[in-house]
């Protein structure tokens, strides 16, 4: 059988899981048997992966068709991804199979192909996972942090995002405080909860009826804020997960957030920016923009 499918990719994947069709056969799941035994043999017109099982052993197949028209066509090319001493079968009940994160958090170590049967009894497999990290930079406390649990909502039902690693870079307000002390600090808003010890804190939101002798730690939101209550500028230390995520490495894809982006997304080539009170939609499109 000719053989022009080329090698898989890191995280290859059955898209939608349905493109892969599980059958119970009878042959040695070698190469040659496996090769001759698909050839010609008709599959439906969406298969593209075959999970062979014979026993307890799996072996893993690409298969090209003649025609994707009619409901059935025959086999013209075939690749043997993965042979049964490569290839790991698991069972994850509560597991969606549709979703390329869950499936490289459920491969096996050492196997080429890990095979999952999940939820629903749907089945899936993911090819030498390969987790894409993304770094979300955002302020602590809240812990987790907001942009953090959402983008791990959006990961988990997104089903066309590709394997994902979410990495926080923390932008912790009392790391600012400690390296800034001082007597009085102002912070944007009483949510985050941020304990700074024996200092005295106000908070920006509540615009406190007499300006003191503060620190703020905020961001050039916050400073508009102060200007238009006070009529000045005070003495300030940024706070900004925008800036922070412009200035610091480590990561080749960035997702953060900034309030002076009030709705939409801004995205370049490796950082998606989203508002400061960010909807589900808009971090998931976030990811779509930075991963596909």
Known sequence: MVIPIPEPTPNTRAHPYRGLSVQEVDIPLTEHAILSHLDGREVYRRTDFLALRNGSATALVEVRKASTGPLFAPVVAARVISGPDRTAWVHEPDL??????????????????????????????????????????????????????????????????PPVQLVLDAVRVEDLAATHPCESYLLPCRGSGVDLGGASVAYLDTRPAERADWLLIGCERSVQFHRHFYGDEPARVDLCPRARAATSGGASLTLTKCCLLERGLEVDEDTAVVPWGANLDEVREGLRKLLL
């Open 96 to 161: 969606d199979v549709g979703n390329a994160t869950a499936l490289a958090g459920a491969a096996v170590p050492g196997a080429d192909t890990t095979v999952v049967l999940g939820r629903f009894e749907h089945v899936n497999f993911i090819y030498h996972p390969e987790p894409i990290r993304v770094r979300v930079t955002e302020v602590v406390p809240p812990e987790p942090p907001k942009l953090l649990a959402q983008a791990r909502q959006a990961v988990e039902f997104d089903e066309d995002l």
